[in-house]
T-cell receptor
């Protein structure tokens, strides 16, 4: 596989469920990101990891818990979400956190009931 | 004031038309500028960078006016395949400081 791969592509969960989103990049990049995209709103940066160390947490509620075991993999663990958390969650990578250009995955569309 | 502001559209234009999108940004310290394209239900992809002197890539021309904090994208001879949402993106120094606009939706009609 090439590029940035996200699974699952679609997820429906109740507010009491626990689920995880997975992202894998095959580009040899060192920085990985989670973004949230809600309808008609700009992309919102959630987390940044550089060489698997978290370098940015953009005031994200603790019901979202990221994990980066290595530079190629990034997870977003979800628990006790709210309906307003329904959105497209996009993973991205770049050569380093100082890079200008991001390569995005296709996204995981989350619906919270 | 939004950090990066775009006209949301939608812009509906016939094939072959010329269409221009505008974007303004609020932070005068912004250093790099980009246009990304996002197809319906797909991820954003880099379309082109925007350089101070203006730059062209085929039918696409990007311009930057630092004094007015304004970026533009011009599409000439539009194709059906140009239908997408165009995102204005401003970088204040590193990728973690990328700020996205809400996007301008373009539909090219046959």
């Amino acid at each position: 596989e090439t590029g940035v791969t996200q699974t699952p592509r679609h997820l429906v969960m109740g507010m009491t469920n626990k689920k995880s989103l997975k992202c894998e990049q095959h580009l040899g990049h060192n920085a990985m990101y989670w973004y949230k995209q809600s309808a008609k709103k700009p992309l919102e940066l959630m987390f940044v990891y550089n060489f698997k160390e978290q370098t940015e947490n953009n005031s994200v509620p603790s019901r979202f818990s990221p994990e980066c075991p290595n530079s190629s993999h990034l997870f977003l663990h979800l628990h006790t979400l709210q309906p307003e958390d329904s959105a497209l969650y996009l993973c991205a990578s770049s050569p380093g956190s100082g890079a200008n250009v991001l390569t995005f995955g296709a996204g995981s569309r989350l619906t919270v009931l | 004031r939004k950090e990066v502001e775009q006209d949301p559209g939608p812009f509906n234009v016939p094939e072959g038309a010329t269409v221009a999108f505008n974007c303004t940004y609020s932070n005068s310290a912004s250093q790099s500028f980009f246009w990304y394209r996002q197809d319906c239900r797909k991820e954003p992809k880099l379309l082109m960078s925007v350089y101070s002197s203006g730059n062209e890539d085929g039918r696409f021309t990007a311009q930057l006016n630092r004094a007015s904090q304004y970026i533009s994208l011009l599409i000439r001879d539009s194709k059906l395949s140009d239908s997408a949402t165009y995102l204005c993106v401003v970088n204040q120094g590193s990728a973690r400081q990328l700020t996205f606009g809400s996007g301008t939706q373009l539909t090219v009609l046959p």
